[in-house]
Structure formats: C-alpha cells, structure tokens
C-alpha cells in the first residue's frame, strides 16, 4: 500500500488552484467581447493598449474585463446585449442596441487589447473612469484598476484616490488621448512604471 506524506510540501501534487494559469481562454472569452457600445452611438470612444510583464514584456494570454457608467453617470442596470445561436446555442455576439457598460477582452499574440465602449460620466466626487478588472499568466489572484480619462484637469485633481498618490504613480491611472476619441492604457503588472492596483475590503 502506498501513502502519500502530506507534511512534506514535495510530497504534495498540485492541483488547479496551486497551479499557475491561466485557464480562463476556453469559453470565457466571445464574440464581440470588446464591442461595449451601441453601434453608431456618438459618445463611443476606443481604449487600447498593452499588458507587459516585468520586463516589459508582452502578454499574448492576459485578459481584461472593463465596466463602466454611461455618459451620465449611472450605472446601467440591462440585462444583457447577448445574442445566441437558436440551432447550435453557442455565442453570436452583442446585439449592437444596448448598453450593459461591460466587457471582456483578451490580449492578442502581441499583447495587445482594445475596446469600444461610451466615454464614463463623472460619479460622486470621482472623475469618470472605467474600472478593469486583470487576469494574466503568473496570477493567482487578479488585480483590480481604474482607466481615468484625460479631458478635465480640475476633476482628477479633485478625484480622492488619484490625489491621494505620488503624482509618477498618479500616471499609470491616466489614459493618454490619442485623438479621434482614442485613448491608450498600458498594463504593467510589476518593476518600474508598475500600474497602480487597488484592494477592496
């Protein structure tokens, strides 16, 4: 008979929780993923970017989900944009009507992510931002951040968070406006330039 010695971590074979990920490629992501905003709406806006290891390195497996407000502040409370196959039943994609101010996106070979969605309006005493949530290779937990949008100086000043950081920590928070209602947020998971990430309790 043979015993397994569970008082020597060695002796122990991982399972899926102690393994490093990721396993979230298969199902998780789908068609129109990114697609956030009706289709034609005025008020859309692209955000994209990189997620980079600490090396600066790019990631081809991270994942993002982004959620948002819509340009009034409020939350959208829709059931869902979801079409699905009626033969197959498998996903189609976003019915292009409404808005749920929530997507999921996947990193590309290059580590690249993009996503269409409508640029946030201000909530409380917080500048307009979207907030993302990061799963990547080497995570057991994901992180969580904010995207602010550069536009009105006065407000991120006021924001309570962004004012309670060192203003070169500050900037990892701030999207850079690339015109045409484009704006770039990189995703540094650690080493210099590290994205600020939050913890809630």
Partial sequence: MTTTDTGRPESVLPTPSHTVGPFYGYALPFPGGGDIA???????????????????????????????????????????????????????????????GWGRVQTDAGGHWYAR??????????A?????????????????TRIYLPGDDASLAADPLLAGLDPERRGTLIAADEGHGTYRFDVRLQGEGETVFLEFR
Avoid: K
Avoid at 67 to 80: K, L, N, S
Avoid at 117 to 126: D, F, I, K, N
Avoid at 128 to 144: D, E, I, K
């Fill in 128 to 144: 307009p931002y979207l907030s993302v949530c990061v799963f990547a290779r080497g995570l057991l937990v994901h992180l969580f």
């Fill in 38 to 100: 009706p289709l034609g709406h005025p008020d859309t806006i692209t955000v994209q970017g990189y997620v980079t290891d600490g090396e600066g390195n790019p990631l081809p497996d991270a994942f993002l989900e982004l959620w948002g407000p819509g340009p009034d502040g409020r939350v959208p409370a829709t059931d869902g944009s979801m079409r699905r196959d009626p033969a197959g039943g498998g996903y189609l994609g976003r019915n292009g009507v409404e808005f749920t």
């Fill in 117 to 126: 969605t409508l640029r946030p309006g201000a909530r409380g005493h917080s």
